[in-house]
């Protein structure tokens, strides 16, 4: 079963709360955890020790802040991290050149490149109503040819026709020349590939690339590429410079770290992802969403909702359990307002319970900063195990002594156990409410 990083951070933190910054020794901790999912993601070994390595950095010392626990802060570096090694946002392609532009496809056999270069040609026809003219340079085999005829057809766009017997670099030339006076905007380059990389391939691209001048050199890769990606998307880079990395297959159920790896070998930014076999199935590149699937989160759910999961669920039970017999005392509103400290205020969880929104609005702003957490805290702390668990029991003289010990008004005593009176019989009341009542939420 997989365990989400934000799981396995969690035990590492769990029982440290309140922390100012993270330590050397917390955060040596979560990043162990942090090059697993990395790893697991199949982002390559050199990248993720870079990485880390410069996550390290930033973390040590990092403030925590009040409302989150230390493993939720290490998330937020680790990911924030991650979208700024991946590119802040997506990177169009760049068609600011003489007409026609040339735009060369580069990469392995498989890949998907021939697909890719139909669903590029379809958006630019689509969206920006351009004239495009699509070649395959794939000699080796008259079935890839075919393929993109076939695709030109389906999308409505012109296929330089076949002349068999000519070399890629002599099909390269003719398709500009045709695209020149045939006044196309744009001229795409479908190469062919290898099932590896190899100097046959190398060369035939680097000489391609020196007869058609491309304006764009797109390394198309299978989002699935392991521990290659860096050695494969390096290699295009350092022979014929590209330009950007379109990234296919991304609807499989890869975790995304061939993303990572090639941005960070390169440099070059990720244009656009493939998500599908069918013309329309390409997205621009969302860093964010990519950093999401590599740490293994899904969309990042609100801070508010991981706080309330935070409640374990023994004490849910146990609080369930006790809501049922009617019973919340004293203890049980000192674990309460702890539980309401770490999840940002008494306020914004009381919204969230049903039949409980109405009381978040008689609480007085006031009530709701940490220092009156703190000191209900204290005065629960200065009662009598009996006390907590009878509050009957809490006469004048009771109050009186209760107050000198936590250094407060007996007014304040007052307060709290009234406060604590209106919660519970609002809790009786929700517990009996049958399904979506208050013990529901605690797990009854
Ligand atoms: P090429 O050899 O690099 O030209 O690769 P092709 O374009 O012929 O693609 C190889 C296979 O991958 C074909 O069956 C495509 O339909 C498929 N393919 C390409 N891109 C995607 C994608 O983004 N998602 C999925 N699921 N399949 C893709
Ligand atoms: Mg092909």
Do not use: C
Not at 155 to 163: K, M, Q, R, S
Not at 287 to 300: N, V
Request: proline share 3%; net charge positive.
């Amino acid at each position: 079963m997989f365990e989400s990083l934000s799981d396995r951070l969690g035990k590492i933190f769990s029982g440290i709360t309140g922390r100012g910054a993270l330590s050397e020794a917390d955060v040596q901790a979560a990043l162990r955890e942090v090059r697993r999912a990395l790893i697991e993601a199949d982002v390559s070994l050199e990248v993720v020790r870079a990485f880390t390595e410069q996550v390290g950095q930033r973390a040590v010392g990092a403030e925590v802040t009040r409302s989150v626990k230390p493993g939720q802060q290490v998330i937020k570096i680790v990911h924030d991290e991650l979208v700024a090694v991946l590119g802040e946002e997506a990177v169009p392609i760049s068609l600011n050149a003489p007409a026609p532009v040339p735009i060369l496809m580069v990469g392995l056999q498989g890949s998907g490149k021939t697909t890719t270069t139909g669903k590029i040609a379809k958006r630019l026809k689509d969206k920006q109503n351009k004239k495009v003219l699509l070649a395959s340079l794939d000699t080796r085999r008259p079935a890839a040819m075919e393929q993109l005829q076939t695709l030109g057809g389906q999308i409505g766009v012109d296929v330089l026709a076949i002349v068999p017997g000519q070399s890629a670099v002599e099909i390269a030339r003719r398709a500009l020349s045709t695209a020149r006076t045939g006044g196309y905007d744009v001229v795409m380059l479908d190469t062919a590939g290898r099932t590896h990389i190899d100097e046959e391939l190398m060369a035939e691209t680097a000489e391609i690339k020196r007869v058609s001048n491309p304006h764009e050199i797109l390394l198309v890769a299978d989002s699935l590429t392991g521990q290659d990606a860096v050695n494969l998307a390096r290699s295009f880079d350092s022979r014929v410079d590209i330009t950007g990395i379109v990234l296919t297959r991304v609807d499989g159920d890869g975790r995304g770290g061939a993303a990572l790896s090639m941005r960070a070998a390169t440099g070059k930014p990720i244009k656009l992802i493939g998500v599908g076999e069918k013309m329309d199935a390409l997205e621009d590149f969302h860093p964010k969403r990519i950093a999401d699937r590599i740490l293994g989160m899904g969309d990042i759910v609100s801070l508010v909702e991981k706080a309330a999961a935070n409640v374990s669920a023994e004490d849910a039970e146990k609080m369930a359990k006790k809501l049922k017999k009617g019973q919340f005392d004293l203890n049980d509103l000192m674990g309460q307002l702890q539980q309401m400290k770490k999840m940002g205020g008494m306020a914004s969880l009381m919204k969230m319970m049903p039949g409980m929104s109405g009381m978040a609005k008689n609480l007085p702003a006031d009530r709701m900063g940490d220092k009156v957490f703190d000191r209900q805290v204290a005065i629960i702390q200065s009662m009598t195990k009996k006390e907590r668990e009878k509050p009957d029991l809490l006469n004048a003289s009771r109050r009186k002594r209760i107050a000198a010990g936590a250094g407060v008004e007996v007014s304040e005593i007052n307060k709290l156990i009234k406060m604590h009176r209106q919660m519970a019989d609002m809790m009786k009341k929700v517990s009996r409410g049958g399904p979506g009542g208050l013990a529901n939420m605690f797990g009854g």
